[in-house]
């Protein structure tokens, strides 16, 4: 193009992920500080070491394996209907959205997706741990990440589920 360097796709697919993952732990942190500000416990804090690696790592695979490769305009609609319900579960947990589990005793949040499932977040994060990477053609990234995902997703919902029986013997 006459010299002039194209910006692909796939790095502002790559930015935007970048961006909202490090918008979503500032937020998170923040609210985590104020729930336990609010009286709440952390349950769980052992395994969210491997969350935060697990991620980092996908997040990592998907920059150095993705940044020149053509987007697919399909599974980039996905994502983008996947983002949709990733905002509609934020705005259903409000303040109470965070990375870590954080019991307030109060009332679960029965609004939004909430309604019919107890985990629309983690079916948010178990779509796009497969589907971004798709976005770009990262088939591998897509597969190892989906399985490893699982595995700490079953670590992570018995720690969830131990932390609210917890609240419910008060």
Known sequence: MGGQEVFPASLAFIAFLVLQRGAEL????????NLLARGAVEHGAAHYPLIVIMHAAWLAAI???????PVSPGWLA??????????WVLASLGPRWTTRIIVLDE????????????????AVVVAEILVAPMVL??????????VLNALV???RIKAEGRAL???RRR
């Open 26 to 33: 500032v937020l998170a942190r923040r609210n985590t500080q």
């Open 63 to 69: 920059c150095v394996w993705g940044w020149d490769r």
């Open 78 to 87: 996905l994502f983008a209907a996947l983002q949709l319900c990733r905002f």
């Open 107 to 122: 009332p679960l949040v029965r609004r939004g997706p909430y309604r019919w499932m107890s985990h629309p977040n983690y």
């Open 137 to 146: 053609g990262l088939w591998p990234v897509a597969a190892a990440f989906t």
């Open 153 to 155: 997703l079953g670590i």
């Open 165 to 167: 029986a917890s609240l």
